[in-house]
């Protein structure tokens, strides 16, 4: 079943994140492990997100450089096998100051401390609920554009 807009053109002619359309924001989902890349995918497909997928830090990179998708929100494994996520974050945040972070990891140690340190990042401990993967979206996206280009 596909869906139309208002007008009768096909859902593809309302972008995510278009707050007149309501649509919610686009995702990129960065892990090496396919189950979780998949379970997460379905969450926040479920709630309503275009997910995007990466199995790698440089295949997150190669989506975040060449520009051509719109990215409200990077959810990232802060260990990946072949570039450290906080390296991942970094760049993406370079690269696009507006994106938010949502970092995972197996382990409750702190994360990279510049990172912890940023108002765009938010920290997921792993394994997670579905509850707990949107709430930290919903928090990440919550960030005030302002105070975190500040840096404040």
């Known amino acids: 079943m596909s869906a139309t807009a208002p007008d009768g053109r096909g859902e593809g002619s309302l972008q995510p994140?278009?707050?007149?359309?309501?649509?919610?924001?686009?995702?990129?989902?960065v892990d090496d492990e396919p189950a979780l890349l998949k379970v997460a995918t379905r969450i926040l497909e479920g709630a309503g997100f275009q997910v995007l997928r990466a199995r790698s830090g440089r295949d997150a990179l190669a989506i975040v450089r060449e520009g051509s998708e719109r990215l409200d929100?990077?959810?990232?494994?802060?260990?990946?096998?072949?570039?450290?996520?906080?390296?991942?974050?970094?760049?993406?945040?370079e690269l696009r100051?507006?994106?938010r972070i949502v970092v995972m990891s197996g382990s409750a140690e702190p994360v990279h401390v510049g990172m912890a340190l940023?108002?765009?990042v938010v920290f997921l401990l792993k394994p997670f609920t579905a509850a707990q993967l949107l709430d930290a979206v919903h928090r990440a996206l919550e960030v005030d554009g302002a105070d975190a280009a500040s840096g404040g």
């Open 17 to 29: 994140g278009d707050p007149a359309a309501g649509l919610p924001e686009a995702v990129l989902v």
């Open 73 to 93: 929100l990077v959810i990232l494994d802060v260990i990946l096998p072949d570039v450290r996520g906080d390296e991942v974050a970094s760049e993406v945040l």
């Open 97 to 99: 100051p507006a994106t």
């Open 118 to 120: 940023d108002a765009r």
